[in-house]
């Protein structure tokens, strides 16, 4: 479970810096989209599930949670049309008290979300080649990797992407 909780924390770093006011949300995304491609250069051809089983892969493990976290966000907060998110999911684990189990934080995601999402998005993501939906999602949340960075955009979802990281208006209109 190391990618999970690895993963958790690399992805809540840039998004807690940018709701801090400490970068801005084009940074955070920016420092993100870099951390994805690292992780996606470790992964190469591997499916998540290899690259999760390989604890010494550090960049492919850290990355790969953190793309699971992001697109795990994602799917809460449109399944509860913008009611919970991935914090409410560790809020509820806090009170339980120590849950070290996959199988625990699936659970949780499942309540907090009020319908069952874990199993089938992890389901969704471990046959396939790490990274292989990461830019449709970017591209669905308004994130744009151009030669000179990062530049967010309205999209379908750019109102979830504009909620994760404190931006109340896209850095770049168009």
Excluded at 71 to 76: A, Q, R, S
Excluded at 132 to 148: A, C, K, M, Q, Y
Aim: aromatic letters at 8%; proline letters at 5%.
């Amino acid at each position: 479970m190391a990618w999970l909780t690895e993963g958790l924390a690399t992805y809540y770093t840039e998004l807690a810096r940018a709701r801090s006011g400490r970068q801005t949300p084009r940074q955070a995304w920016q420092e993100l989209t870099k951390g994805f491609a690292r992780g996606q250069a470790a992964a190469g051809s591997r499916t998540m599930e290899e690259v999760v089983a390989r604890e010494h892969d550090f960049q492919g493990l850290y990355w790969s949670g953190a793309f699971f976290a992001l697109h795990l966000d994602v799917e809460l907060r449109r399944v509860t049309h913008g009611r919970a998110r991935l914090e409410d999911v560790l809020e509820l684990l806090a009170t339980r008290g120590p849950t070290a189990s996959l199988e625990d934080f699936g659970a949780a995601v499942d309540t907090v979300a009020g319908q069952p999402l874990f199993a089938a998005l992890l389901a969704r993501h471990l046959p396939v080649p790490a990274f292989s939906e990461l830019g449709p999602l970017l591209e669905t949340l308004g994130v744009r990797i151009d030669p000179g960075g990062v530049k967010l955009h309205a999209a379908p979802d750019s109102g979830l992407r504009e909620a994760m990281d404190g931006g109340r208006t896209p850095d770049d209109a168009e």
